[in-house]
């Protein structure tokens, strides 16, 4: 599971740098990169990617077309083998109601317990 806030439209510098650094030609992807082909080295594991956000999570999703979200699926953890790749986007993380914030923790508490 990666969790991050969205932070100027992407996640955090210190995710991306993380990320840059562990997944690395040897150990995520071959180290023969001129072979098109050549088996993802993290190929049979799966992923949650959770985004937390200001803004409607429906507006991420809709008006920016959740790129950075998109990104990280697709060109970095697709990229390294993992299969399949879900996510969830909560919005308004900063809002005064309750409910909702109590609805997020205990959908998150699921996938924890859900995630073996």
């Keep these: 599971m990666i969790f991050y806030p969205l932070w100027m439209g992407s996640e955090p510098a210190l995710l991306k740098g993380f990320l840059e650094q562990t997944l690395r030609p ?7 990169r001129l072979n098109p082909r050549a088996p993802r080295l993290l190929a049979g594991r ?31 953890l697709g990229f390294c083998g993992f299969a399949p790749i879900r996510d969830s ?28």
């Design 26 to 32: 040897g150990f995520a992807v071959p180290d023969d």
């Design 89 to 116: 986007v909560i919005g308004l993380i900063e809002s005064k109601d309750g409910a909702n914030r109590g609805r997020w923790l205990e959908r998150m508490s699921a996938f924890g317990r859900n995630a073996d």
């Design 46 to 76: 799966s992923a949650r990617v959770v985004v937390t956000m200001g803004m409607p999570a429906l507006v991420y999703r809709w008006y920016f077309g959740a790129h950075s979200l998109k990104n990280l699926k697709r060109n970095i």
